[in-house]
């Protein structure tokens, strides 16, 4: 008896199966294998997951960054749920994905938001996201409004992840009062006075995983910090010291030389 074929496969079950892959291979390549599939790739379902690579300089010439972003958001029809943008995102790229995804439970924003001139901060948009529940920041000049505007509209909300950014006590204040219920915390490579660890692990006793590795402020060995974060199940504060142990001259640590060359030094190719 032969085999039933890809191409006859029931059009749910292709759409659950499709909206598991890639969003670059859903983009470029499915649509293009049989009519069946393009069928089913027009469905909104196969595209609540909007995860794109961080780099879209690896793609071939003739495909429109911009295009290809927009086309994404367009097939979702307002139903995604999960948003990553490329780190070379544009202004107009960001701003049309964040407005035309309201229904985001997970949302990545790229570095280049920091400097965006088009007229929009990420305070202003958080009231869209009713059903926000995590967010992850490279950095963030508004962090103090950010998380006070999650607090009266992210009701949902249980994961903030903030890299390379200065916790300022403000900051570290805001999250222990606004957000004592979140689950997840990570502040990776940042700088973080032990004073403000202190204050967020005392605010926020709820929180079942955290990470604080590699930052600048505290002892990754501090008892008394290995003591307040006891409760959460998983707790990471390898790697971080309570000042730069290297100066280059160039405002250099020890830790950026090792991400920027390699732990061995001669870098990873």
Not at 25 to 41: E, H, I, R
Not at 91 to 106: G, Q, R, V
């Amino acid at each position: 008896m032969e085999g039933r074929k890809w191409e006859d496969m029931e059009t749910d079950c292709l759409v659950n199966i499709l909206g598991r892959v890639g969003i670059e291979s859903l983009a470029l390549d499915v649509p293009f294998v049989c009519k069946s599939w393009y069928k089913a790739t027009l469905n909104p379902l196969c595209w609540q997951s909007l995860i794109f690579p961080s780099d879209l300089e690896d793609y071939p010439w003739s495909v429109n960054r911009g295009g290809l972003i927009k086309g994404a958001v367009n097939r979702s029809q307002r139903s995604a749920t999960r948003l990553a943008l490329p780190d070379d995102c544009s202004n107009e790229d960001i701003i049309y994905a964040l407005e035309e995804c309201p229904s985001l439970k997970l949302l990545k924003l790229p570095s280049s938001v920091i400097y965006n001139r088009g007229g929009f901060t990420i305070p202003s948009m958080i009231n869209k996201w009713t059903n926000i529940e995590t967010l992850m920041l490279q950095f963030s000049r508004d962090l103090e409004e950010i998380i006070a505007q999650i607090s009266l509209h992210g009701k949902n909300f249980i994961q903030l992840s903030v890299a390379n950014d200065n916790i300022s006590s403000d900051a570290a204040i805001a999250i222990a009062t606004l957000l004592p219920n979140i689950k997840g915390l990570a502040l990776r490579r940042c700088e973080l006075q032990r004073s403000d660890l202190v204050i967020i692990l005392n605010g926020c006793k709820k929180l079942e995983y955290m990470d604080v590795s590699n930052c600048i402020g505290f002892e990754s060995d501090d008892a008394q910090i290995l003591n307040l974060a006891s409760h959460i199940t998983t707790f990471k504060c390898e790697g971080s010291c309570l000042y730069d142990d290297y100066d280059d001259g160039f405002g250099l640590c020890s830790r950026d030389v090792d991400c920027y060359y390699g732990s061995d030094g001669y870098g990873d190719d």
